[in-house]
């Protein structure tokens, strides 16, 4: 299967360790030239170096604050170098210091947001101009150092707005990566969902051949040793009641089997749906006379919510009723002994967009353990002592057969529900 690798999100930085080294070591090299004695100098590059540093952290342990207090830092840490690099602020050589926030503003922010930083820095820069203007200063300044300074100032949008261009591209770039690589994951997901369902079916395709092979031989001499117990019993009655006890063991036995028989070839046999409208209340009701008159456990009180007018429903009458049935009796042996309610809902539905009927059937029994919830539906998945693990999948080929479906029903207090999905 492909293996799809999500690119960093989108406020995380191309990251490289010795792009960081290498930038301490050119300002180490700044740190060396004059003024070499400054010390303010010194301290001030060094702790822009471990800004730097420090930022990658910030950023990721608080991704929306740690941009706007690395950037402020940078611009601070900045203005303060240019005051201790030059007898004025303004005319030191050290300016090219405000690309730092500038750039690092438009690595993590939008383009406006940039250009908010980046006149905040120019505004932090050129403060120094005050020394300058102010009235009685020692200094002055000309046009043409004014237009010295509005190149700086220029420059500094100029860098923002192109890294800030790259970066929106960048950005841009990563996220539809990231959605086509959620949407490979999904697709992944799916195949190996049907993947799954095919190697499902074909087992139970060659596991279904086998059984009905298998089933249909041993009925026969099954319908042969019942015949003969009948007959010894017939026989001997009233000679000697001890042979015919056994006869009668053996016959009831071979009932038993032929029912288990029977099961089998349900499950194996293919269905083949004749399907005709009608309501679908009637198949249920019978079967749930069915399956209570033969009922031995405790008392089961039944509640109907049946929605009056409900479409009618392409179905096939015996089919269904094996679907109820096999649902039925699973919820009334479900509420075992101590008996319980057994609801009944029927109602119009959607489901995947198409119009249909849904059937529900709710017990107040143990309810289905949530490990497994995902393999009733399986062949052979049975808890039960005297049972196959047949009843839910038998259920889920007929549905199928129905294009309809089954769904188990989250219950609010405990007990099973399912729901069926008739489409119209
Ligand atoms: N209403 C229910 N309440 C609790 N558990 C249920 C309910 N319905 C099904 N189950 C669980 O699902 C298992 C599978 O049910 P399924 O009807 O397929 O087989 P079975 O009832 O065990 O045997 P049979 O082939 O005789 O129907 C059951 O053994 C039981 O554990
Ligand atoms: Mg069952």
Redesign the pocket.
């Known amino acids: 299967m492909v293996k799809v690798e999500s690119p960093g999100s989108k406020t995380t930085r191309p990251d490289s360790r010795w792009l960081d080294v290498s930038l301490l070591v050119f300002l180490a090299g700044l740190a060396i030239l004059p003024p070499f004695l400054e010390w303010h100098k010194q301290v001030i590059l060094f702790a822009i170096g471990i800004a730097q540093l420090w930022e990658a952290w910030l950023v990721k342990r608080y991704p929306r604050q740690g941009p706007i207090g690395a950037v402020a830092l940078k611009i601070a840490l900045a203005t303060l170098l240019i005051d201790h690099t030059g007898e004025l602020g303004i005319n030191s050589t050290y300016y090219p210091i405000y690309f730092l926030p500038v750039i690092t503003a438009a690595l993590y922010f939008r383009p406006l947001v940039t250009l908010l930083w980046t006149l905040l820095a120019s505004a932090a820069y050129l403060s120094y101009l005050y020394p300058v203007l102010k009235e009685y200063s020692e200094y002055s300044i000309d046009t043409a150092g004014y237009t010295v300074l509005a190149i700086r100032i220029f420059f500094f949008f100029l860098v923002g707005m192109v890294v800030n261009r790259v970066m929106v591209a960048y950005r841009e770039q990563s996220n539809s990566y990231q959605l086509l690589a959620e949407q490979l994951t999904e697709t992944n997901r799916e195949l190996e969902r049907a993947y799954a369902e095919t190697r499902r079916s074909e087992r139970l395709a060659a596991l279904g051949q086998l059984t009905a092979g298998l089933a249909h031989e041993i009925r026969n001499p099954l319908g042969i040793i019942k015949g003969s117990a009948e007959m010894l019993n017939q026989k001997l009655a009233s000679a000697n009641p001890l042979a015919a006890e056994l006869a009668g063991y053996i016959s009831s036995e071979v009932n038993r089997l032929s029912a288990l028989v029977s099961?089998f070839l349900d499950f194996a046999r293919p269905l083949q749906a004749e399907t005709r409208p009608q309501d679908v209340t009637e198949t249920l009701e019978r079967s749930l006379r069915q399956v209570a008159d033969q009922w031995h456990g405790g008392k089961v009180t039944v509640e109907r919510a049946y929605q009056t007018n409900l479409p009618h429903v392409p179905l096939d009458a015996a089919l269904c009723e094996q679907v109820f049935v096999?649902l039925l009796q699973?919820?009334f042996?479900?509420m075992g002994d101590e008996g319980g309610t057994l609801r009944l809902e029927v109602a119009e539905a959607q489901s995947e967009k198409r119009r249909g009927v849904e059937v529900r059937i709710q017990?107040t029994?143990?309810?289905?353990p949530p490990e497994?919830r995902e393999q009733?539906f399986n062949p052979f998945?049975?808890?039960?002592n005297s049972?196959?693990?047949?009843?839910?999948?038998i259920v889920s080929q007929i549905m199928d057969e129905h294009h309809g479906s089954i769904r188990l029903l989250e219950m609010p207090a405990r007990g099973?529900g399912f729901g069926l999905f008739f489409p119209v």
């Open positions: 099961r096999n699973n919820g042996e479900a017990d029994g143990p309810g289905i497994l009733i998945v049975t808890t039960k049972g196959v693990g047949l009843g839910l999948s099973a």
